[in-house]
């Protein structure tokens, strides 16, 4: 989809709150899409690549960029013609240095569940072959899920589970031995289980219909690094039948969207 190209944007009116009343501005949007790709080039870049890269138009993007580099969050080669990322976005980055993952995440994790009414999880994977619920965020219908911080389970189990397996790209044999030392409250067969993963890597989530807990619905998207290991998972949990196929269809695309996003900015993972 071609972005803005207009240098202003329209504000929405002050107070006013109704649905499609937020407007963003577009100059502001191109600038970030700009420092985006730069930050992702791996390397140098001049004009004519950053609009085609960015769908930004060469004299809109000249301008941009230009702006960046005075304000130094670009730097301009002036012999070849090229930009790349300035020192300048430290300032930015500096604060968030150190700070936990969890407390960076929290509030697209507090999106999320507000906009589904459902519990959304997230898990590390550890060293130990476990997944660990690190935070959780639950909004919306009076009766709902809710799960322990703190709570272990295996990582190959459940949605995210499937999505961990997807990752690791195990041969068969190791798969169903995997799958065999499993604890389910409705197993699935192997074979359903294994066309799971199989799926989970094409699309980037997984569904558990009431395989890991009776009567519970769970999607879900792993965050990967940047060499394709399955870091953390990101679950939405919610009472059977409580949303419909297509709202959990929705949920699990936007679970593996976020998950992309978690993953280019936590690990610097740029693909997949």
């Not at 009431?210 to 870091?231: P, S, T």
Request: net charge neutral; charged share 25%.
């Amino acid at each position: 989809m071609r972005r803005k190209n207009s240098e202003e944007g329209e504000a929405a009116p002050e107070g006013e709150t109704g649905q499609g009343a937020t407007k963003y501005v577009g100059a502001v949007e191109n600038a970030v899409a700009i420092l985006r790709f730069l930050t992702h080039a791996h390397g140098p870049a001049g004009v004519a690549r950053i609009a085609r890269e960015t769908e930004i138009n060469v004299s809109t993007t000249f301008n941009i960029a230009r702006t960046l580099a005075k304000e130094g969050l670009v730097a301009f080669d002036p012999e070849t013609k090229e930009y790349r990322p300035g020192v300048g976005l430290l300032e930015f980055s500096v604060p968030l240095l150190g700070t936990n993952q969890v407390d960076l995440l929290q509030p697209r994790l507090s999106e999320l569940a507000e906009t589904h009414k459902a519990l959304i999880g997230l898990w590390k994977v550890t060293p130990g072959d476990r997944i660990v619920l690190v935070d959780r965020e639950v909004k919306g219908t009076v009766v709902r899920v809710d799960m322990q911080l703190g709570s272990r389970l295996p990582a190959l189990i459940g949605a995210i589970g499937r999505c961990v397996a997807a990752s690791r790209g195990l041969p068969r044999a190791d798969l169903k031995r995997r799958f065999a030392e499993l604890r389910w409250q409705n197993p699935p067969s192997f074979e359903d289980y294994a066309r799971d993963v199989d799926k989970a890597r094409e699309t980037g989530f997984a569904f558990d219909r009431g395989n890991l807990f009776q009567g519970v619905d769970i999607v879900a998207a792993a965050v990967l690094d940047e060499r394709g290991n399955a870091r953390l998972g990101i679950s939405g949990i919610t009472i059977r039948d409580q949303m419909s196929e297509a709202e959990l269809e929705a949920l699990a695309r936007e679970l593996a969207d976020v998950a992309r996003y978690f993953a280019a900015t936590l690990y610097g993972r740029t693909s997949g």
